[in-house]
């Protein structure tokens, strides 16, 4: 029966479909011989015919018609006759409306069956045919996406397939291309992601490409691995914020916001991924742009507070978020110095940047010496020796501090901590640590290491090396001497500052509790760890052998003693001497005895435990007397563990870099002839000390690494190092002190300031936010001077006289006074007068000079922008156009003139007329005798605001300055703020009575990013006003200049009650200036 | 006119007749208290300079009590014989302090004008310590008194009287000048500053000034120990955010609350930290130091 029905229907369509290629003969008997078996015959008749529709609707249809008969043939078990049908229906719409269509529809059918079952497989043609509009290129999209189905379908059920058309269609409005690419990558790219998340995905896309549809393949390309940062059941929530910001409108792209974000997340713990979105969505119904700053400022954020803090300063950005977008995002971005603020009050731990200055001032007042302070890392990486980034130490001259605090769960007992660190550091300089002289006695204990001293080749550099010559193990002897030096310097600071003692006390404690177990160490390292714990105020912590308790109960009397108020650094010496003794005699072996015989051991009367003047008791003999190393059979010694608080201590170090430091100055007149060092000697004397681990500041082969640091060392120092060794006879001291500074090029030393900007958007100061570079402005041609005075002779003779007019009297006699030096005669008489007809007369009747003291320091501020650069005749071209319209002859002559004119003399420009104003206004500020200071500024971009002085207050008028007001050039861009800043910083330090600040510019305040965008004129004027405003309420007139025509309507703005004159003439501004400078002051 | 008299408990002098009665405390650092009774017997003037509360005041109250205390006879107007105690003129200079502020005025009477002597014609008539505190705010015509008197003529010339009066024996002539903080504008010119001798003054060291506080404020030893210490470490920091040291006058400030029962860290608040400056980073800085040094 099948067979019938099948020759049947191909015989009767024969005639048909002859008229075509031979494919579609074929293919029709393939669908009809496969589907046979499953169709009714009546269905299998309808399916034909549809078929053969197909072919008739157009040209190319039939081509439609050999896919419809092949997927008959490929058609799943599962689909049904329903489905099947369908597919015939929408295949006939789509091949009347486009042939391709249908094709690409058909051929992707029975693959689509199989991927989304039969019951959807009419929305699944209509969901293609949304894509198609009319044209080639949708066509190709629409046939694109049939045939991603099987792939498409194995991640995305169909209702998620309807989104992602939406967005492929949004795409498609601006780029085929793009909606191409991004439909070809769909499947891959949503197969990465979690289930739940594929339509959080697309529905961000479909916001993406509303707003900024480029973006579109960026996050199509690499937003996959961008989710994966975020916790994997919060990435749906993440994307939906995304989309939010996305929806809004905004300066940086969305995908720009969603990458920044998705990057913060990667580096925050992902435990607190719940309540950073969590407080996130909490930001976005005020600004999803907030929410995604917030969240971006994560990392910096969680690093200063905790983030169970973190609450806290979201709800403070919240407040100020409700109350003011601008000023929310700004909080959120961190641009705002609030939120800085808050910040730091909320973060328990202590900044080194925040209170160095602090503690620089604190050092200084301990020490009475002009410490600075720096970081530790700054240290280790001068490669000077020290090589632990985050330990306390000192050079003698600078303290340096770990960078961060946070061992406390509060600010106080952090901050408290860093002051422990810093007095011990200072104290070492305070108490003389790095003062040792081997030569002088100290005060406690008895002289004796003078007779430990062996003959040497050479004398010794520096008095520590002396001493720590005296010993053949080194280490141990270094180790001994700290310990001793350390706890004299820890009693001297209890003694004497009794207020820090709690803190230090508690340091002590926690550091003792950190110490490793005694009873586990070999003897002599036990004993070492013993005196460390005695050190910490730990005596009823020392362990040690029953049989052996005397050995201790000495070297504890001998600490004791050393922790009396008097004792020296050569006190700390003899100690470690002493203990040395003690500890060479004790040999490094584990003591079998079972651990139950170690006990506590009291420290000896210190007047027993103190050595004989004479020498040692173990190896004296003799006047020279020896000290022992270490003996056979032993373990090795191990130095001790580190204690945090007390930092690193270098004194073999210190004392040689100041020791080289003093070379460097030339070492001080009437002190004994400073002597030479060779690198020979030096690095033979790095090689012997212990405190310099070469190895490990550098890998590497020990001798360059050798090199390296001695290089560092004679820089710090300030002696250049010499190359070849050429220095070995002459003393150093020759060579550094003259040479070093003729050497130094003369390029301009930039000093960088920081200064806070005003958003007005947001209200608050974005803090530290643009770099103002200060530098002497080149020298330029010395003619310039003479010749803008000899140009203005007329003007500069008259500008002289007006000003010398100004010039004031010192003293004013001041009239009708209640008190002063004398009586006014005329006031005296009329007193008189009334007096005597009955009257009362006023009391008013002295009169007393004044002195009037004309103090008056100004800033001229010259604006050296790019626009300065115009010329002026071009200003007013348009007018000597009209002139010579009608006769040409005329105009030639005068172009010939013109042109003759130029040619001698170039045209001005108007930056030549503010030099040359400057030049008169000067001489008329010489003439007056005011202090002032001429400044320039340019720049480009907030990073780089270049601030040029050409005259500084404190410089007197000489040839350099006179050179240099020629080189006052047009530059970039005008970014005033920054620029009003900093001349009202110079102002601030002069102590005149009066301070002006003389704003010259020719326009108005622009620069990159000076605003949202290159068009927006409000930030820039708002925060040059707020520079203004500042300088006001620091007691300066503020007045600005400007020759822009234009001016009035943004000077309005800025300049509000503050003065600022509009110059329109601008070839009258070398008069001008004078004169409006002499009513400002008058 | 110049009775002695009490109102509401206080003592009026005129200011010739005011005199050191009691011995004040001072304890000597050095010789000065030798080198100053040697200038006065020789009449050289005597230029004192120090910081503020370095004791200047207090040396010359001191001076001219030991002066006074040998009894000279002097034989008053009534020709009684008094014990004769050195009467001390001190005026404190400021910029608008004029020659005729020192010398006297004109004032109004009922009757007409009464000529009144200033402060310094007083001391040359009864033979006084006159005692210019910080001199050099003065305005620059107290110097054309100054000098005559400085040198051997001890003459002080009246203007507007057409007088001139010769200083009687006990006068001398006392100034005081502060180096540190006034500017290159008010330094003593060099005819002025070449007729005196001068003292320095500085800061006393650490156990000195310790007792001195300990003295002074009755607060106990330890305590005038550490605020001495506190004093030492503050003054490291002038001129690196403080204009001028902690004087010795103001740790003595800081005993006496101390003593009274105020806190230590807050009475050095108040009269310390908070009394030399106003820089809050340099405030904090002393509030460090004092919690380093007081519990």
């Known amino acids: ?1082 | 006119m110049a009775e002695n008299g009490s109102v509401q408990g206080a003592t009026i002098y005129a200011v010739e007749e005011y005199s050191v009665h009691e011995e004040p405390y001072y304890l000597p650092i050095g010789d000065e208290v030798q080198l100053f009774e040697t200038a006065y017997r020789q009449r050289i003037p005597v230029l004192l300079k120090g910081p503020t509360g370095a004791g200047k005041t207090r040396f010359v109250e001191y001076m001219a009590y030991r002066l006074g205390r040998p009894m000279m006879k002097v034989s008053s107007r009534t020709g009684e014989e008094v014990e004769h105690r050195m009467p001390l003129i001190t005026v404190a200079c400021h910029e608008d302090l004029t020659a005729s502020d020192l010398v006297g005025r004109y004032l109004l009477d009922t009757d007409g004008t009464r000529w009144v002597d200033g402060p310094l014609t007083r001391a040359v008539k009864v033979g006084a310590i006159c005692y210019l505190d910080e001199v050099v705010e003065a305005r620059k015509d107290t110097t054309v008194l100054i000098h005559p008197l400085t040198d051997y003529r001890r003459l002080l010339p009246i203007e507007k009287l057409g007088q001139v009066i010769e200083a009687a024996d006990g006068f001398l002539l006392v100034i005081s000048y502060n180096p540190g903080y006034q500017s290159a504008l008010k330094d003593l010119k060099h005819s002025t500053r070449q007729r005196f001798i001068a003292i320095e003054f500085n800061y006393p060291p650490r156990d000195a000034e310790a007792q001195i506080i300990a003295h002074e404020s009755g607060c106990d030893d330890r305590t005038a120990m550490d605020l001495a210490r506190l004093g030492e470490k503050v003054r490291n920091l002038k001129e690196h955010g403080l204009g001028e040291g902690v004087s010795t006058r103001l740790l003595v400030y800081a005993g006496r609350l101390i003593a009274q029962g105020i806190p230590a860290r807050r009475a050095c608040q108040v009269a310390i930290t908070w009394a030399l400056t106003d820089d809050s980073e340099v405030q904090r800085s002393i509030e460090e130091v004092v919690t380093s040094i007081f519990e």
């Open chain 1, 1 to 1082: 029966m099948p067979v019938s029905i099948v020759t049947e229907l191909l015989a009767r369509h024969q005639e048909r479909l002859s008229g075509f290629p031979a494919p579609l003969g074929q293919q029709f008997e393939a669908g009809l011989r496969a589907l046979a078996n499953r169709l009714t015959p009546s269905q299998l008749q309808a399916w034909a015919e549809t078929g053969v529709e197909l072919t008739a609707l157009s040209l190319r249809s039939w081509e439609a018609a050999v896919e419809y008969f092949r997927a008959g043939a490929n058609y799943p078990p599962q689909a049904t006759w329903d489905a099947i049908e369908t597919i015939g229906r929408d295949a006939l719409q789509m091949a009347a409306e486009s042939a391709p269509l249908a094709v690409s529809f058909l051929r992707a059918a029975p693959g689509a069956m199989e991927a989304i079952g039969p019951a959807n497989i009419h929305a699944w043609a209509e969901l293609g045919r949304r894509l198609y509009k009319g044209n080639w290129k949708s066509s190709s999209l629409a046939a694109q996406f049939y045939e991603v189905a099987p792939e498409l379908f194995r991640v995305l059920r169909i209702g998620q397939a309807s989104r992602l058309i939406i967005f492929i269609d949004e795409l498609a409005r601006h780029s085929y291309e793009l909606a191409s690419a991004c439909l070809a990558s769909a499947p891959a790219v949503l197969a990465r992601l979690d289930e739940d998340d594929r339509l959080p995905f697309i529905t961000f896309a479909t916001e993406l490409a509303q707003t900024s549809w480029a973006d579109s393949r960026l996050y199509f390309d690499r937003g996959v691995p961008l989710i994966e940062k975020v916790h994997s059941a919060l990435r749906e929530r993440f994307l939906l914020l995304a989309a939010q910001a996305a929806r809004g409108h905004h300066q940086r792209s969305a995908y720009q916001y969603f990458e920044d974000a998705a990057n913060a997340l990667g580096e925050v713990d992902p435990n607190d991924h719940q309540q950073v979105i969590m407080l996130a969505e909490q930001l976005a119904p005020y600004s999803p742009f907030a929410a995604m700053d917030f969240l971006t400022a994560m990392p910096t954020v969680l690093q200063r507070i905790r983030i169970d803090e973190l609450e806290a300063w979201q709800q403070a950005g919240l407040r100020i978020l409700q109350a003011s977008a601008e000023g929310g995002e700004a909080y959120f971005r961190l641009q705002s110095t609030r939120a800085e603020d808050i910040l730091e009050n909320l973060s328990s731990r202590v900044e080194l940047s925040r209170v160095g200055e602090v503690l620089r001032l604190y050092c200084k007042a301990l020490t009475g010496r002009n410490v600075s302070i720096q970081t530790a890392e700054s240290l280790a990486e001068k490669g000077i020796g020290w090589v632990d980034e985050h330990r306390a130490s000192t050079d003698g001259t600078t303290i340096f501090l770990p960078e961060l605090m946070e061992r406390f769960p509060n600010k106080e007992d952090n901050f408290a901590a860093m002051k422990v660190f810093a007095t011990h550091q200072a104290a070492h300089i305070e108490f003389g640590s790095f003062q040792f002289e081997f030569d002088r006695p100290g005060a406690v204990f008895p002289t004796r290491r003078h007779a430990f001293v062996r003959d040497r080749e050479r004398p010794a550099t520096t008095d520590m090396e002396a001493f720590f010559d005296l010993f053949p193990d080194r280490q141990l002897a270094s180790d001994l001497f700290t310990i001793a030096e350390d706890a004299r310097i820890d009693a001297r600071v209890k003694d004497e500052y009794g207020g820090i003692r709690r803190h230090l006390v508690r340091m002590q404690a926690e550091e003792l509790e950190r110490r490793p177990p005694v009873e586990m160490m070999p003897l002599r390292n036990a004993f070492v760890e013993n005196l460390v714990r005695a050190s910490l105020d730990g005596l009823h912590l020392v362990r040690w052998p029953r049989d052996r308790a005397e050995a201790m109960s000495r070297a504890l009397g001998i600490l004791t003693a050393l922790q009396a108020p008097g004792a020296t650094v050569e006190d700390a010496a003899e100690a470690a001497l002493a203990l040395y003794e003690i500890a060479v005699s004790i040999p490094n072996i584990h003591d079998d005895v079972d651990p139950g015989s170690w006990d506590a051991v009291e420290p000896m009367e210190a007047g027993q435990a103190m050595p004989m003047e004479a020498a040692g008791e173990g190896g004296a003999q003799g006047s020279q007397a020896q000290l022992g190393g270490a003996g056979e059979g032993e373990e090795e010694y191990e130095s001790p563990q580190e204690i945090d608080f007390r930092g690193d201590f270098k004194p073999e170090l210190v004392d040689l870099l100041m020791k080289l430091r003093e070379n460097a100055q030339g070492g001080q007149a009437g002190q004994q002839q400073t002597m030479p060092l060779t690198p020979e000697q030096l690095a033979e004397l790095l090689a012997k000390s212990v405190e310099i681990d070469l190895d490990a500041m550098d890998e590497g082969d020990l001798d360059a690494s050798t090199g390296m640091f001695l290089s560092n060392l004679m820089k710090e120092a300030g002696t250049p190092a010499s190359e070849k060794g050429d220095q070995g006879g002459q003393p150093t001291s020759d060579n550094s002190t003259g040479e070093g500074e003729g050497e130094e090029p003369l390029k301009p030393i930039v000093t960088v300031y920081y200064y806070d900007e005003w958003d007005f958007r947001a209200q608050d100061y974005k803090p530290r936010w643009c770099a103002v570079k200060e530098a002497k402005l080149e020298e330029g041609d010395d003619g310039f001077y003479e010749k803008a005075l000899k140009e203005h002779a007329g003007l500069v003779a008259q500008t002289r006289k007006q000003f010398e007019l100004m010039k004031p009297e010192m003293f004013r006699k001041i009239k009708r006074l209640p008190d002063g030096e004398d009586f006014d005669l005329d006031s005296a008489i009329e007193w008189m007068v009334e007096k005597r007809a009955g009257a009362n007369p006023t009391e008013k009747i002295y009169w007393r000079r004044n002195k009037i003291e004309r103090d008056v320091a100004v800033a001229f501020l010259i604006d050296m922008s790019a626009s300065t650069d115009e010329e002026i005749n071009k200003r007013d071209k348009k007018y000597d156009d009209d002139d010579y319209d009608d006769d040409p002859r005329k105009y030639l002559s005068w172009w010939v003139s013109k042109r003759r004119q130029e040619l001698t003399s170039p045209p001005k420009r108007i930056i030549d007329l503010e030099k040359e104003s400057t030049v008169l206004l000067m001489t008329a500020l010489e003439t007056i005798g005011d202090q002032y200071g001429i400044y320039g500024f340019s720049g480009y971009g907030r990073d780089n605001v270049e601030f040029f002085v050409i005259k500084d207050f404190d410089e007197t008028l000489d040839q350099k300055i006179k050179n240099r007001l020629d080189k006052i050039t047009p530059i970039r861009s005008t970014r005033m703020g920054p620029a009003i800043r900093h001349a009202t910083f110079k102002l601030m330090q002069t102590d005149a009575k009066v301070k002006i600040l003389f704003l010259l510019s020719d326009g108005r305040p622009q620069d990159h990013g000076y605003g949202r965008d290159r068009t927006e004129k409000e930030y820039a004027i708002h925060d040059t006003k707020q520079a203004l405003n500042e300088a006001k309420r620091e007691g300066i007139t503020p007045f600005a200049l400007t020759v822009d025509r234009a001016g009035h309507d943004y000077l309005k703005t800025m300049c509000e009650d503050m003065g600022y004159e509009v110059v329109a003439d601008i070839e009258s501004l070398p008069s001008r200036l004078p004169t409006l400078y002499r009513r400002l002051t008058e």
